[in-house]
T-cell receptor
Framework: DAGVIQSPRHEVTEMGQEVTLRCKPI?????LFWYRQTMMRGLELLIY????????DSGMPEDRFSAKMPNASFSTLKIQPSEPRDSAVYFC???????????FGPGTRLTVL | GEDVEQSLFLSVREGDSSVINCTYT??????LYWYKQEPGAGLQLLTY?????DMKQDQRLTVLLNKKDKHLSLRIADTQTGDSAIYFC?????????????FGKGTKLSVKP
């Protein structure tokens, strides 16, 4: 999917557990975005990075959420502790910043029981 | 801030034309996008239009932009069952924050044979 690998594709966990979602974008991008999609709230931007530096994390719902980008080809989104309301599909996307177009990965479907 | 609105559902018959509408609020939006999401997949960029254009055609897809009314539409000619998906409109203001790609909630297109 558009040069983005996300893992795992599906994750089922119990409330209180730590969850780590991974994203490997293609090289040569400028921006890396994390989104969450639910039926109720639609697509929400959680955080984005520019050249591996977090630029805007105002969409991160709580301190339980954290994201890192240690290098240009890898990013993680961590939820600790997880709660049932975190159940959603989480997308990673990359952008070149030229026309602001973004290219999405296939997503990780997270279910917190 | 920017707000993007779309109708939630559209149903058409195979072979007919589909028109998906979108309105946005920020008149300074410079790039507008249409994304397609098939079940279980990420968002796929279909096409985009610059604010200095009124129309863009790409095979079966025609994008119309009315800047005065802040209205964007996507027309799919000869709609096929494979076009059944959720279509997202998105807007951004190039030159501002590169993260502010604002998505609508998506229009679910159902194509009946």
């Amino acid at each position: 999917d558009a040069g983005v690998i996300q893992s795992p594709r599906h994750e089922v966990t119990e409330m209180g557990q730590e969850v780590t979602l991974r994203c490997k974008p293609i090289s040569g991008h400028d921006y890396l975005f994390w989104y969450r999609q639910t039926m109720m709230r639609g697509l929400e931007l959680l955080i984005y990075f520019n050249n591996n530096v977090p630029i805007d994390d105002s969409g991160m719902p709580e301190d339980r959420f954290s994201a890192k980008m240690p290098n240009a080809s890898f990013s993680t989104l961590k939820i600790q502790p997880s709660e049932p309301r975190d159940s959603a599909v989480y997308f990673c996307a990359w952008g070149r910043g030229l026309y602001n177009e973004q290219f999405f990965g296939p997503g990780t479907r997270l279910t917190v029981l | 801030g920017e707000d993007v609105e779309q109708s939630l559902f559209l149903s058409v018959r195979e072979g007919d034309s589909s028109v998906i509408n979108c309105t946005y609020t920020d008149s300074s939006s410079t790039y507008l996008y249409w994304y397609k999401q098939e079940p279980g997949a990420g968002l796929q960029l279909l096409t985009y239009i610059f604010s200095n254009m009124d129309m863009k055609q790409d095979q079966r897809l025609t994008v119309l932009l009315n800047k005065k009314d802040k209205h964007l539409s996507l027309r799919i000619a000869d709609t096929q069952t494979g076009d059944s998906a959720i279509y997202f409109c998105a807007a951004t203001n190039y030159g501002g924050s590169q993260g502010n790609l604002i998505f609508g909630k998506g229009t679910k297109l159902s194509v009946k044979p």
